[in-house]
């Protein structure tokens, strides 16, 4: 069964320098997608990123890139210079693939990221 | 272009009450997936919707039921609920064949059940 881990369930960060989240998944499928999002207490979940597993790059958005290390099933996100508005709750998600995709997303747990001024 | 809209944004129950949350997808997107985010979990996945069926479900129990509209639109229904079903219900829309790598979610709407 596909599932998304996430073991850091808080980190701190100071304001200005890079951050690591890690998220590593499980899936027997050779199609998939991967995602991060960022939820602030407002709660609304925002996109930040998205990984497909047959794309070669690591994909960048801004300050945001993702470490895609498929042999090793990992999608680590990587906020270069932090801001204070990155304080959040940061989400890894997977969308199943294959011919029954349907684009439902399986969450990780989470990490809370918090930034020191 | 307005994003995802949900309504409400807040909603008191007691249990054993029924409920019913709406919304509306972005535009351009058909297809309406819903979630259920207990207080500091990840969102768990309960159903979506597409062409005015469900397409795919989740471990979710028959009291969750949903529908959606011709305007691709859609409704969460839960009935009897229970203490447990306290959460942020969140919902998003992608377009639907093929869903692509777009996952806009709306605000949510946080249910509380007394």
């Known amino acids: 069964a596909q599932k998304i881990t996430q073991t850091q369930p808080g980190m701190f960060v100071q304001e200005k320098e890079a951050v690591t989240l890690d998220c590593t998944y499980d899936?027997?499928?050779?199609?998939?997608?991967l995602f991060w999002y960022k939820q602030p207490s407002s709660g609304e979940m925002i996109f930040l990123i998205y990984?497909?597993?047959?794309?070669?790059q690591n994909a960048t958005e801004g300050r945001y890139s993702l470490n895609f290390q498929k042999a090793r099933k990992s999608a680590n996100l990587v906020i270069s210079a932090s801001q204070l508005g990155d304080s959040a709750m940061y989400f890894c998600a997977m969308r199943e693939g294959g011919s029954s995709n349907t684009g439902k997303l399986i969450f990780g747990q989470g990490t809370t990221l918090q930034v020191k001024p | 272009d307005a994003g995802v809209t949900q309504s409400p944004t807040h909603l008191i129950k007691t249990r054993g009450q029924q409920v019913t949350l709406r919304c509306s997808p972005k535009s351009g997107h058909d297809t309406v997936s819903w979630y259920q985010q207990a207080l500091g979990q990840g969102p768990q996945f309960i159903f979506q919707?597409?062409?005015?069926?469900?397409?795919q479900r989740g471990n979710f129990p028959d009291r969750f039921s949903g529908h959606q509209f011709p305007n691709y639109s859609s409704e969460l229904n839960v009935n009897a609920l229970l203490l447990g079903d306290s959460a942020l219900y969140l919902c998003?829309?992608?377009?639907?064949?093929?869903?692509?790598?777009?996952?806009?979610f709306g605000p949510g709407t946080r249910l509380t059940v007394l």
């Open positions: 998003a829309s992608s377009p639907g064949t093929p869903p692509g790598n777009e996952q806009f």
């Open positions: 899936t027997s499928d050779q199609s998939y997608g």
């Open positions: 919707y597409y062409e005015e069926e469900e397409r």
């Open positions: 990984q497909g597993s047959y794309d070669e």
